[in-house]
């Protein structure tokens, strides 16, 4: 005979969970078609303002009675605490997204540089990276400056 879970094994990671479903659905209208098959709702504007969103939302869980009382009781707060956190979560996606392009800038200097002390002539390197010469020349100007 099977084994049953414990409580402790049955537990789920949301934090882990929703940043997988957001990675999964970063499109916001296939997101809010998601939302609407699963909740069984009819929601239209996925670029609704958030304040507006999270009113609607704390209103729709109060009419069916999901944590009733407490959003009755501290509606303010909770209203706070949904927008901060979602503003928490753009900055660390702004975040990550500046750290993965500076990461890319620094990659392609790297590569800009190699192929210039390897003899490699701007225009040489423009043609074989596809981009514009003074762009190359620009970086080609730093290495000057950088005995690195």
């Known amino acids: ?48 303002p958030l304040r507006e969103a999270v009113e609607q939302a704390i209103t729709e869980c109060i009419r069916e009675g999901i944590l009733e009382d407490f959003l009755k009781k501290n509606r303010a707060e909770a209203m706070k605490v949904s927008i901060y956190e979602y503003d928490a979560r753009k900055h660390i996606e702004m975040e990550r997204e500046d750290s993965y392009k500076d990461g890319r800038a620094d990659m392609l200097h790297q590569i800009i540089h190699t192929m210039l002390s390897n003899g490699r002539t701007v225009s040489q390197i423009a043609a074989e990276l596809k981009m514009e010469e003074d762009i190359i020349a620009e970086i080609a100007g730093e290495q000057k400056e950088d005995p690195a």
């Open 1 to 48: 005979m099977p084994k049953k879970a414990t409580p402790a094994e049955n537990t789920v990671n949301r934090e882990y969970k929703s940043s997988i479903f957001a990675m999964l659905f970063r499109d916001k209208t296939k997101l809010l078609e998601l939302y609407n098959t699963i909740s069984g709702t009819s929601y239209i504007d996925p670029d609704m």
